[in-house]
């Protein structure tokens, strides 16, 4: 080691060393400085998975649902006492299938009909919409009358609460929503397979309900495609259109820059304030129905053009001088170089913006509320004007409901709508992979 002579104080130190003290502190920050961020993602991806497995947990329940399966007997004496449905189809619209229903599982229980609490409990079992299937039953098929026919019809929501381990039975029945006789039937009815447990498909088919066990995703997964297709058809020409015209085309001046520095700033707007705008204008002003999916198209199709139009121009310029120079050098006109050259490279990195772009549409639900999509819709919407809902203002809706039976509801539809974002995440990732070009 070698000693230096310090001129100032006149006193010997050793350089080498302080150089590597230095060096030892530098290298220490970086160590914590890794240390830090490792341990922020731990803590991002322990939130997550809390998050994930909380969803998971409350929501896989409801894909499936328990159903009863009764002997029906369709009596004539109940349906049409007077024989009129040749000449007046209506009274077997009319007639008492909830009687039906009760004689049913009556006898599938071996019930004594006179003891009224005991048939009251055991109505209570199957879903107040199991009625309504008997009567489409009829009504489409009116051969029926006279035979008796198994029908499987949705348990009520307690029952299936119940059956799914969801309702503590160790408390007193005074505390919870299935007495002990019903307890008693479900476990007879399990013994003899009358009760069973069945893939919820209706959670897919049916539109929202009032009942629980009936309550399903219909409308809102048309409502949500009829929204998609919608700010596909009207945000991707336009925001690429846009962005090629100020990227390719656009002379830099104040005007241009103004344009640019409004596009960064509406993708930070929140997206209530589109809501705002979209009751103002297309509602109030141009007339269009309220509720309607072409309204809310409209609405997030405005709240996607910033960010394709960013993510546009970002892989505009991500393809290399050379390829316009080229391009130009050859004989091509300006409009050429673009269409033919720049357009196609640059299309992985559009069509990711656009993907992530509509994903982000898809999860909104603040600017549906105040166009009025939360309204309670139970058929499928056959038009963009005809009144619908969404995925996202589903979960709002169900939500905010007392029954215990729609929270099991609400984690099942946020499943399907993380599915579906993680579908178009990945889709992205595939396309950018899949196009993507090195330089």
């Known amino acids: 080691m070698t000693n230096v002579l310090s001129p100032a104080a006149g006193t010997i130190s050793k350089a080498p060393e302080r150089r590597d003290i230095g060096i030892k502190r530098r290298y220490a920050a970086e160590r914590r400085f890794r240390a830090y961020g490792i341990a922020a993602i731990s803590f991002g991806l322990i939130f997550l998975a809390i998050l994930l497995s909380t969803v998971v947990r409350n929501g896989y329940t409801a894909f499936q649902q328990t159903a009863i399966t009764l002997p029906v007997e369709f009596t004539e004496k109940t349906i049409d006492p007077s024989n009129k449905r040749a000449t007046d189809p209506s009274v077997l619209i009319a007639a008492n299938y909830g009687a039906l229903l009760r004689d049913a599982i009556v006898k599938q229980l071996k019930l004594n009909p006179s003891s009224r609490p005991d048939v009251r409990d055991a109505t209570a079992m199957p879903s107040k919409g199991a009625p309504i299937q008997l009567r489409d039953m009829v009504v489409a098929d009116p051969s029926l009358i006279g035979k008796t026919v198994n029908v499987t019809v949705l348990a009520d929501a307690n029952v299936d609460s119940a059956n799914k381990g969801q309702i503590d039975l160790s408390v007193d029945e005074k505390n919870r929503k299935v007495n002990d006789k019903q307890v008693g039937w479900m476990n007879e009815l399990k013994a003899s397979g009358a009760l069973f447990k069945k893939f919820n498909t209706g959670l897919f088919t049916n539109g929202n309900s009032s009942r629980p066990e009936a309550a399903g995703l219909g409308v809102a997964l048309v409502g ?64 269009l129905p309220r509720s309607a999916s072409l309204v809310g198209g409209l609405v997030l199709s405005l709240m ?21 120079a080229a391009a130009l050098g050859l004989g091509a006109s300006k409009m050429q170089m673009v269409f033919h050259h720049v357009l196609p490279l640059a299309m992985p990195g559009i069509l990711t913006g656009t993907i992530i772009g509509l994903a982000h549409a898809l999860g909104e639900t603040a600017p549906l509320l105040l166009i009025g999509m939360v309204a309670f819709v139970a ?24 029954e215990r039976a729609f929270v099991e509801r609400t984690s099942g539809a946020i499943i399907v709508l993380l599915l579906f974002l993680i579908v178009m995440n990945f889709g992205a990732i595939l396309l950018r992979r899949r196009f993507e070009r090195r330089w």
């Open 224 to 287: 949500s495609l009829y929204l998609m297709l919608i700010v596909l058809v009207l945000s991707l020409p336009i925001g690429v259109a846009a962005s090629i015209y100020l990227e390719e085309f656009a002379t830099k001046n104040k005007v241009t820059d103004l344009i640019e520095v409004n596009i960064n700033n509406l993708a930070a707007v929140p997206s209530i304030v589109y809501g705002l705008l979209g009751l103002s204008v297309f509602i109030n002003f141009a007339g």
């Open 304 to 324: 996607t053009l910033p960010t394709i139009i960013i993510a546009t121009r970002a892989a505009l310029r991500a393809v290399p001088p050379s390829i316009r």
């Open 379 to 402: 058929s499928a919407p056959a038009t963009p004007l005809d009144p619908s809902t969404a995925l996202p203002v589903q979960v709002y809706m169900w939500a905010n409901e007392a």
